[in-house]
Antibody, heavy 117, light 113 residues
Framework: QGQLVESGGGVVQPGRSLKLSCAAS????????MHWVRQAPGKGLEWVAV????????YYADSVKGRFTISRDNSNNTLSLEITGLRVEDTAVYYC??????????WGQGTKLVVSS | DILLTQSPDSLAVSLGERATINCKSS????????????LSWYQQKPGQPPKLLIF???GRHSGVPDRFSGSGSGTDFTLTITNLQAEDVAVYYC?????????FGQGTKLEIK
């Protein structure tokens, strides 16, 4: 069935940096395309970034381009999202998700990030 | 960017009745090489992550009750829930995987009348 567990969220001041992690288990992580999706408080879902299975191709939403970096470690079944120059509008629950049949079939429970001074 | 517009924003349906949610795309989501529409539907309950219901516009994900069905092609899609149950109260999102950025609809809140 597969499982994803995010970590690394918390309360961070604007302008600081943070790294979110997502640990995968129960499926073949190394052949899976992986995504980050976020949800601001009381708002809808926003796609953030994608990374191909070999890590060679990455795409980002315009709202995060240049500040967010998605990466993966296939030897440790881990997905990461490094965020620099944090902004108040980055406050959200961040989900990692696996892509399969052009959809997100496995989601983590999410990690909450609050950007506040 | 592909814009997905859901309608209605919210709806209230009686238990046992049918709920219909629409999703209109600003461009076709039919992927020629696979002849599949890259449109999926998700259910999200409060405090929980989204859950995949429908992929490729009409493919029901494993474990999803057959009360949930998807239809449509190109730019117009529908999620139908028949015999509405209390546990179906949630926000429903459509999503396109046709091209980056992989956008979502704004969500439709489903309640019991």
């Amino acid at each position: 069935q597969g499982q994803l567990v995010e970590s690394g969220g918390g309360v961070v001041q604007p302008g600081r940096s943070l790294k979110l992690s997502c640990a995968a288990s129960g499926f073949t992580f190394s052949t899976s395309v992986m995504h980050w999706v976020r949800q601001a408080p009381g708002k809808g879902l926003e796609w953030v970034a994608v990374i191909w299975s070999d890590g060679g191709t990455k795409y980002y939403a315009d709202s995060v381009k240049g500040r967010f970096t998605i990466s993966r470690d296939n030897s440790n079944n881990t997905l990461s999202l490094e965020i620099t120059g944090l902004r108040v509008e980055d406050t959200a629950v961040y989900y990692c998700a696996r892509a399969r049949v052009a959809a997100f079939d496995i989601w983590g429970q999410g990690t909450k990030l609050v950007v506040s001074s | 960017d592909i814009l997905l517009t859901q309608s209605p924003d919210s709806l209230a349906v009686s238990l046992g009745e049918r709920a219909t949610i629409n999703c209109k795309s600003s461009q076709s989501l039919l992927y020629r090489s696979t002849n599949q529409d890259y449109l999926s539907w998700y259910q999200q309950k409060p405090g929980q992550p989204p859950k995949l219901l429908i992929f490729w516009a009409s493919g029901r994900h494993s474990g999803v009750p057959d009360r949930f069905s998807g239809s449509g092609s190109g730019t117009d899609f529908t999620l139908t829930i028949t015999n509405l149950q209390a546990e179906d109260v949630a926000v429903y999102y459509c999503h396109q995987y046709y091209s980056t950025p992989y956008t979502f609809g704004q969500g439709t809140k489903l309640e019991i009348k």
